[in-house]
């Protein structure tokens, strides 16, 4: 039978770069320069007007991201890609664009603890107001919406409280008040998650962790599928009037982007561009073994509780399914009896290893409260409420039965 549309694999390895190489490599060469030169001073005008889409300053755009982007784009259906130097830049560059002196963001506090700091320390000194509330309640969403929003902000699986909101309804709340829905999509790459079929404005990607293919880089996307009307946001609605949908596109690329200086390095874009190719096959995997070992920590004596949204018993499992099918991620959490047990769990592991990062090609255990979220004052890590007694695994693409046998013998100490 004839298949309609490509498997995302040979989507992604078909894809070809938007401008011929002299040489005809079959990879995006690096172009690793700062600047690009011009026949003469009418090109170099035209070039700085954005009039003939030539690249001109690598802070600005460069041919190896432009390729990474486009690649990007085509995979998630976007109408455009950015690409930043990191997650958290993917996240500033955002807010910077569309937060404003008085407005104010509505989310919960179960968000990664940068993203918290960012929200609640760093934007706070520019008048913008953080207003959390429970995400997963349409009631309290709308309660805290009023005309200075500027966006819902939430995580599709919250990190590491393993929260799944429901995304139409949180989508449908937001739009009834005019305001744009941005998501976190860290932890579900596509093709698991498709962020445009549940109305999702602007999706940012921490690309450090599936994408890199292996931690081999930090790097950030801002992706935006130009589905929010701007002419309701206070900050964009002059620029609307002329660039429409795009208004949001025009101001992180012609502006802010270039203002912040954090735009991805081309480095950077060929190694996850290399990621990119193998991102399908390392999720199956990878997601196939944590979803295995989430099963098997359930059976194991000593464990309290195991937080993975792909279990039948997991209290999101169904709104999980939906959103990102049967294998959302392969990272799970999971409680021992104190904290004093999790280390002591942590300091017999073997095969898994002792590091912050998720997705890398190796098996990654964290104790989050102690590291993550250790610089926070007592009164921000009450609020971020993150158990003592956790513990965070980042699966990676070891034999499932190594890793198996390597949590068992941390639960059974030799005397
Ligand atoms: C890691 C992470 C980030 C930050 O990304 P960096 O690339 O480290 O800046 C943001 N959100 C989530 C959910 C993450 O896991």
């Excluded at 455009?80 to 104010?104: E, K, Q, R």
Aim: charged residues 20%; contains cysteine; neutral net charge.
């Amino acid at each position: 039978m004839k298949k309609e549309k490509k498997d995302i694999s040979t989507l992604i390895l078909n894809q070809r770069f938007l401008r011929e190489d002299t040489h005809g490599s079959i990879s995006m060469p690096v172009y690793s320069g700062a600047a690009f030169e011009f026949a003469s001073a009418e090109e170099m005008e035209s070039a700085f007007l954005g009039k003939s889409g030539r690249h001109t300053y690598s802070r600005i755009s460069n041919p190896t991201v432009e390729a990474f982007e486009s690649r990007i784009r085509q995979v998630s259906g976007a109408a455009h890609v950015l690409a930043v130097s990191s997650g958290m830049a993917a996240i500033s560059n955002v807010f910077l664009t569309i937060a404003y002196a008085g407005s104010n963001i509505v989310t919960s506090t179960h968000l990664f603890g940068n993203t918290f700091s960012l929200f609640l320390v760093t934007l706070k000194a520019f008048g913008v107001e953080v207003r959390f509330c429970n995400l997963l309640d349409s009631n309290d969403v709308a309660k805290n919406i009023d005309d200075k929003t500027c966006a819902v902000f939430t995580e599709i699986i919250t990190n590491p409280h393993m929260e799944v909101a429901d995304l139409k309804a949180l989508a449908e709340t937001a739009h009834s008040r005019n305001v744009p829905l941005v998501v976190d999509s860290t932890i579900v790459p596509w093709p698991a998650f498709e962020a445009r079929k549940f109305g999702v404005d602007l999706e940012v990607v921490s690309s450090t962790k599936y994408l890199s293919g292996g931690a081999t880089s930090i790097g950030g996307l801002v992706i935006d599928y130009q589905t929010f009307d701007w002419s309701h946001s206070p900050r964009l609605n002059t620029l609307a009037q002329t660039a429409g949908e795009k208004a949001f596109t025009v101001k992180i690329r012609t502006e802010v982007s270039r203002n912040l200086g954090a735009y991805m390095s081309p480095q950077t874009a060929s190694l996850q561009s290399l990621g990119l190719e193998t991102l399908s096959l390392r999720f199956q995997r990878a997601s196939q073994s944590c979803k295995e070992l989430a099963a098997y920590l359930q059976t194991l004596p000593g464990i309290v509780s195991v937080q993975y949204t792909g279990l039948p018993d997991n209290p999101f499992y169904k709104i999980s399914c939906e959103q990102f099918g049967e294998y959302p991620g392969a990272m799970l959490t999971f409680n021992l009896s104190s904290q004093a047990a999790c280390y002591a769990f942590i300091n017999r592991l073997k095969v898994i290893r002792r590091a912050t990062n998720l997705f890398d090609n190796k098996s990654l255990i964290i104790h989050p409260l102690s590291t993550i979220y250790g610089p926070l004052s007592d009164e921000y890590k009450k609020m971020v409420d993150v158990p003592a007694n956790m513990l965070r695994l980042s699966v990676g693409l070891e034999n499932v039965e190594d890793l198996k046998a390597d949590l068992l013998q941390a639960f059974l100490p030799k005397p």
